[in-house]
């Protein structure tokens, strides 16, 4: 009798440690988050976001880097919407950000819409921010995931983290692997995401060092470049970062066979060992790609969550409340 209780006790005791460690894992986040909180939240962002692609497949790639650059500076928690106001030193001034960073409109029109259907304001920015990152990867040809939810937004923002903390397309292998590291992704979910380079642009300032100083890039491809980016002048100048830059698709790690990655940080994933290996992998594997990526954004998306009590539910993606 003895012994059965203390094997019940083991067992419930094991129990509890299990469930501990599963909810500690998962930050606290749920797939299935707004099913009964609102049911309709996600049909909305899904349709917000396909009316957007519908007037310009560019905008994918846009929702897909706010996000990103949302999740690196202090977490996935909207951050990077907040306006400059006397207290707020917005993210949007910072050096990665500014004059680049796009489709603000489009986060406004989606919360609008979900706070419509939901009849109040329960749907968090940042979670807005992670859903239209997958729906337009998904809109523009790439894989579906669950994306895990039940985020809350800043009440703060940083330029400084931003400047700090946003991989720079200057970065070298070994500084992209400590930029990574330190936001908890490894080599892999570096090479993984950089994939998300297979859509969209980037502006001549960030790829003239490239074209006019590096010998690691294809000649044909720099001299072709050189005619849209000047040494001086036309910063804002845009050019594909693969050259089917509305397709979620495998040419991004092509291109980097052939030595033709747009951005130093780009063709550095091929200075050699792991990361060379996975390049070469998903160049011939959009299936292994895919199946990666997906992964990696859900990873990428529990970086600091507010949960809890912790943040708030914006009523406006670019106010904090207490502003609104």
Not at 93 to 103: F, H, Q, V
Not at 188 to 209: I, K, M, N, W, Y
Request: hydrophobic fraction near 35%; include cysteine.
């Amino acid at each position: 009798m003895v012994k059965m209780n203390i094997i019940s006790f083991l067992s419930l005791f094991l129990s509890l440690i299990l469930s501990i460690a599963t909810t500690s894992s998962n930050s606290g986040l749920s797939s299935s988050y707004y099913d009964r909180v609102c049911p309709e939240a996600l049909p909305t962002i899904k349709r917000v976001v396909e009316d957007a692609l519908a007037q310009e497949r560019r905008m994918g790639a846009s929702l897909l880097r706010l996000h990103f650059h949302d999740c690196f500076v202090n977490g996935c928690d909207a951050s990077i919407l907040l306006d400059q106001t006397s207290t707020i030193d917005s993210e949007k001034n910072a050096g990665p950000n500014a004059n680049s960073a796009r489709g603000f409109e489009v986060i406004d029109k989606i919360k609008d819409e979900v706070d419509k259907v939901c009849g109040r304001h329960v749907v968090s920015c940042a979670d807005i921010l992670t859903v239209a990152a997958r729906d337009s990867v998904v809109g523009l040809g790439g894989p579906s995931w669950k994306a895990k939810l039940g985020r809350r937004d800043s009440t703060t923002a940083s330029q400084t983290a931003a400047n700090a903390n946003i991989p720079a397309p200057s970065m070298d292998l070994p500084a992209l692997i400590k930029n990574f590291e330190d936001q908890g992704l490894d080599e892999e979910d570096l090479v993984v995401l950089s994939g998300a380079h297979t859509l969209g642009f980037a502006q001549c300032r960030t790829f003239r060092p490239r074209i006019y100083s590096d010998s690691n890039i294809d000649p044909a491809f720099a001299s072709h470049l050189r005619t849209i980016c000047p040494q001086v002048g036309g910063d804002s100048t845009l050019a594909p970062l693969d050259p089917t830059p509305s397709s979620f698709d495998v040419k991004y790690f092509s291109n980097l066979v052939s030595k033709k990655g747009l951005l130093n940080s780009d063709q550095a994933l091929l200075s050699g060992g792991e990361t060379t290996e996975l390049v070469s992998k998903y160049s011939g594997s959009h299936e292994e790609f895919w199946e990666d990526f997906a992964e990696s954004m859900i990873k990428m998306g529990d970086i600091k969550p507010l949960t809890g009590n912790r943040g708030e539910i914006r009523n406006n993606c670019r106010k904090v409340n207490s502003e609104y």
